[in-house]
Nanobody, 128 residues
């Protein structure tokens, strides 16, 4: 069973910055074998891809909605992935999930179906 510890959510003012962390409860060697991603789900909407990073960190992919505002990174030695996004708007309000893809390890897949393991999510609310 893969467990994720997500943190950094909460209430943020519009125009502010979001910093999310996701730590995976497996060995560094195991975690470094996954491509990792962030998704989000707003009320009444489907879960959508936000950003993803390949296992070696060299390939990154962003949704158009966060491109230029968000940065995904990972530290395999700490079993962790991060996401920082600025210029927040109320449209960024959602539950943010981290996910691990154990199959597509060198490329980043934006589809939910590509990810095998999911965190419980952390709520981010952007106030106007």
């Amino acid at each position: 069973q893969v467990q994720f510890i997500e943190s950094g959510g909460g209430l943020v003012q519009a125009g502010g910055t979001l910093k999310l962390s996701c730590t995976i409860s497996q060995s560094p060697a195991r975690v470094s074998s996954y491509a990792l991603g962030w998704f989000r789900q707003a009320p009444g909407k489907e879960r959508e891809f936000v950003a993803g990073i390949s296992r070696n960190g060299r390939n990154r992919l962003y949704a158009d909605s966060v491109k230029g505002r968000g940065t995904i990174s990972r530290d395999n030695s700490k079993n962790s992935m991060y996401f920082e996004m600025n210029a927040l708007t109320p449209e960024d309000t959602a539950v943010y999930y981290c996910a691990a893809d154990q199959r597509n390890i060198l490329i980043v897949q934006p589809s939910r179906e590509a990810y095998d393991y999911w965190g419980q999510g952390t709520q981010v609310t952007v106030s106007s």
